[in-house]
């Protein structure tokens, strides 16, 4: 029997612990009275209070499912045609400036769906195109562009006569056009009085975009929302029952009183808020939902209110109605209780009124009860409630001499006040640290990127004089081989020293999310070639062996970003190199289901676990100090997010004095063989009147380099040494063409092309921009820079050339080609063909083919080692392919072999 009494006692606490202490103290001086009262009222008006709740709520729901249903008919329509629309515009059917085919479209639709008011075009150049249905049969066609200086003209439809003009029109200012633009798709419009028809209208509107995806304009269909009134007015509510439609913000869009829904102020036509209906009734429904919800927007579910108005009672239903492109209503319901209820309260009347009294004094007496305990605790809450409005220590919190439990919490909490106010105060403190430190951040990272821009343009301004003149050089007939094979290597060099310049930049817009990718399809092999004979030099020149395998067949076309490939591999080849002074390093490269892996392995110094976990860090360089050679340690940074960008993962194994291994893999498909090109011609000069090019920059060597490049094509060189002779210039010389730098003293670049462009004599001048990229200065300096082409340092004499025939409509004179041998390698193979050499079997020249096919050159050396070993009449054969070889002319010895094996 304990157990069960314990039981019951803890049930007992844990339902009244749920509860407010106020209703605990209460509910036992009421419980008798309530429930007995309860019973008695229940028999006579339980059974029809609930049946007059189902009716009306189910009345009010049907009612409200009717509505909606019918708006969800009526407002698909302007739907359909937009979405119809856009289909014809993406089939390439009809194209946003056709602004007189969509006229045609527009008036064949609105003929056709009778609840349309209007059909619009409007696109990024302001002009907007429209067919309205003024009447049942009256049609109005409107237009703004160009030829009516972008005001809108509504023209009779029939009788082509002027009915109204509005000027200055933009439609990208119109929410039609703004909402769907700002979404991106589909969206309606605010809603909006016509000026020609005083009715309210709602219109959906969808993007459109070009193949670029840039936006070119917006489609657009309206409805008149009369209809839905028109609608509402005929719906059987009772007989006094009512319903309308308003907004969130508490505006009409329709209403089944039949009163308007707009007002007349100073002359100008509003809409009218739901608070200042001509409905008396409609008014108390507002202040209703107000005074419940306080604001409209608060509404999310289906709200049923009784209230009484003017004696009578009334039950309302609020639903929302909303959509996915930005309708967002509220459908009200008012059915009054009179048009379809009994009355029930005739036999309950005098149990409520001899009830109230019992239940008046009990309701008293429980409230004398409760104040008295739960004084104190309404006390700690006012005080809790100070708390929370940040009034910390202007007096005590708690005032109470109470010693009991009560004054224990007050005084508790009151230590509790203290505390957090000192903690606040230390996180205020600590706020406005971080803010300033947020701030010096920023402020860095500014002068960081006015620091890059600047770096990078001295540092190409030299290369860009050492790459330019060894392309000059590269022409000149009078070199020897080993003059020229000097000139390539100045050329690798300097291209490699761009590279690493590039590192750092690379690094900044890599981690603003700036850097991009440009796939572009190029002979593998001959990328590899170039790598390994730049990297085996520098290796040669340690006493470090360097050796290139290709394990697999390789493609010999493949499409990637060849740029940021060749950036990875020479960070990790440099980095071999550079940690190797003994033994040799492996370069590797194998393709095997679509993915080409490369793997370079080393014999250097290796790394330590620990360093590993850091080894991709910018600026980090790991290791004992004295093995670390000169460099910025941003190369495996860089690397390692190169190749998250190109689709792969950087994979190190390394052994701490043995050496390192790093390997990557990309999915990459063979592309089918490109025609190969054709040995670009020499111009020697251009045909036409002669062209004047003016050259705008500070730095000599630069004017030098274009005017050795450019003066024996024919072209009359001007100078200037910075901005402001270069527009001095400009003015007196009146040039066809102007090549300007952009960082330059007394006036920069930017300011040149500003002030050339106000000039109505040279503001159509074409401009290269000779410079390092743009995407190295600030954004703000370059957004509004009016630029025809871009020449990027170090210059390179084909991308220059291509630019000033483009700009200038220019012919070039081409030097006939002498003495020049066949681009074709079986042809090029011929000429090495000598009958008297002594050549070995078949077996072993299918063997040599197939070493050079796999581009193994090693493998080819070994070969040929070992036929000079077996017997010295093979000597001429094997000093002819060894040649080819040490070239690394694979294809030309595949072609000779073949010519051998065909004799």
């Known amino acids: 029997m304990s157990n069960i009494i314990h039981f019951a006692q803890q049930t007992t606490n844990r339902i009244l612990a749920v509860f407010p202490l106020r209703v605990v103290l209460i509910v036992p001086f009421l419980a008798q009275l309530i429930i007995t009262v309860g019973l008695v009222a229940w028999l006579s008006f339980a059974n029809g209070q609930k049946a007059v709740q189902e009716l009306s709520q189910a009345l009010r729901s049907e009612i409200t499912q009717k509505i909606q249903q019918n708006l969800a008919d009526y407002l698909s329509v302007p739907f359909y045609v937009v979405k119809n629309n856009l289909a014809l515009l993406n089939q390439h059917f009809l194209t946003a400036s056709d602004l007189t085919k969509w006229e045609k479209l527009f008036r064949e639709q609105i003929y056709t769906y009778k609840t349309i008011n209007s059909i619009a075009l409007a696109n990024e150049q302001k002009e907007f195109v429209a067919i309205r249905r003024i009447e049942a049969s009256k049609l109005s066609f409107a237009l703004s562009n160009e030829k009516t200086n972008f005001n809108l003209i509504n023209y009779d439809y029939y009788t082509n006569q002027e009915i109204a003009r509005s000027d200055n029109f933009d439609p990208r200012s119109r929410s039609w056009y703004k909402n769907p633009v700002k979404y991106n798709g589909l969206r309606w419009s605010d809603i909006f009085i016509a000026l020609d ?21 917006v489609i657009a269909s309206t409805l008149r929302l ?12 009772g007989k006094t029952g009512q319903t309308f439609i308003i907004e969130r913000n508490g505006m009409l869009v329709a209403s089944s009183t039949g009163e308007n829904l707009f007002k007349k102020e100073d002359n100008t036509t509003k809409r009218m808020a739901v608070t200042e209906s001509t409905n008396a009734l409609t008014r108390y429904i507002a202040d209703v939902l107000l005074q419940r919800f306080t604001q409209l927007s608060t509404i999310q579910t289906e709200q049923q209110i009784d209230f009484v108005w003017s004696d009578a009672r009334y039950f309302l239903q609020v639903t929302p109605y909303q959509d996915d492109y930005g309708l967002d209503w509220l459908i009200v319901v008012l059915i009054p209780e009179a048009d379809f209820m009994a009355q029930i309260h005739t036999n309950t009347r005098v149990t409520f009124v001899l009830s109230l009294l019992a239940l008046i004094i009990a309701i008293f007496v429980g409230l004398l009860t409760a104040r008295w305990v739960i004084k104190p605790i ?27 439990e009560l004054g224990q919490l007050a005084n508790s909490f009151q230590r509790m006040a203290d505390q957090l106010y000192i903690s606040f105060k230390n996180l205020e403190n600590e706020v406005v640290a971080r803010t300033q430190a947020q701030a010096s951040a920023e402020a860095a990272n500014r002068a960081k990127s006015t620091f890059l821009a600047t770096m990078s343009h001295e540092l190409r301004t030299p290369l860009n004089g050492i790459l330019g003149y060894t392309q000059i050089l590269e022409d000149d007939e009078n070199l020897t081989l080993e003059q020229q094979e000097g000139i390539k290597t100045i050329q690798r060099s300097g291209e490699y020293l761009l590279t690493l310049i590039n590192d750092i930049l690379d690094l900044t817009k890599i981690e603003a999310n700036r850097l991009e990718l440009y796939p572009s399809s190029f002979k593998l092999k001959q990328f590899l070639e170039e790598l390994v004979i730049f990297f085996k030099t520098n290796a040669q020149q340690k006493n470090v062996t360097f050796l290139y395998e290709a394990l697999t067949l390789l493609p010999r076309f493949i499409c990637t970003d060849e740029k940021r490939l060749r950036q990875v591999l020479i960070n990790l080849l440099s980095n071999a190199v550079k940690f190797t002074a003994r033994g040799g390093i492996t370069f590797r490269v194998s393709y095997l289901d679509e993915k080409l892996c490369f793997q370079i392995e080393d014999t250097g110094v290796g790394i330590s676990p620990e360093d590993l976990i850091h080894i991709c860090e910018s600026f980090k360089q790991v290791g004992d100090p004295k093995y670390r050679p000169d460099g910025t340690g941003l190369g495996l940074s860089i690397t390692k997010r190169l190749l998250a960008l190109l689709g792969g993962e950087l994979l190190i194994n390394s052994e701490l004095g043995k050496g390192s291994c790093f390997s990557f893999c990309l999915h990459l498909s063979e592309i089918v063989e490109l025609e190969k090109p054709t040995e670009t011609p020499l111009a020697i000069g251009y045909t036409g009147t002669p062209r004047k090019i003016l050259v705008i920059d500070d730095h000599w060597e630069n004017r030098a380099l274009l005017n050795s490049l450019l003066k024996p094509l024919g072209f009359e060189m001007i100078e200037a040494v910075n901005g402001a002779d270069g527009l001095e210039k400009a003015k007196y ?10 960082v330059m003293p007394v006036m920069d670049g930017f300011e040149v092309v500003r002030q050339l462009r106000k000039i109505p004599a040279l503001k159509n001048i074409p401009i290269i921009a000779d410079s ?19 020449l990027p340092k170090p210059i390179k004499i084909e991308i220059l050339l291509a630019i000033l025939e483009k700009q200038l409509a220019l012919t070039w004179i081409y030097k006939k080609p002498q003495g020049i041998l066949s681009e074709n390698v079986e042809q090029n193979a011929t000429q090495y063909i000598d009958k008297t050499i002594i050549l070995p079997s078949p077996t072993m020249l299918r063997s040599l083919h197939e070493l050079a096919t796999m581009g193994h050159i090693n493998g080819i050396f070994k070969q040929l080692n070992h036929l000079e070993t077996m017997d010295k009449q093979f000597s001429p054969f094997v000093k002819q392919i060894h040649v080819l070889a040490k070239g690394f002319q694979l294809d030309e010895i595949c072609a000779l072999i073949e010519q051998y094996l065909q004799q």
């Open 378 to 404: 309404l006390e700690l809450n006012h005080a809790a409630q100070n708390l929370a409005n940040g009034q910390w220590q202007a007096q005590s919190l708690l005032q109470t001499q109470r010693q009991d």
């Open 733 to 742: 010389y009146i040039p066809d063409l102007i090549v300007t730098d952009f």
């Open 226 to 237: 009369t209809y839905i009134s028109d609608f509402l007015k005929n719906l059987k509510i």
């Open 772 to 790: 390092m990229s743009l995407l190295d200065y600030p954004q703000n300096t370059v957004s509004n820079i009016e630029i025809n082409a871009f």
């Open 197 to 217: 028809t005083t009715a309210l209208q709602l219109t959906v509107g969808v993007p459109i975009t070009n193949v670029q995806a840039q936006l070119s304009g």
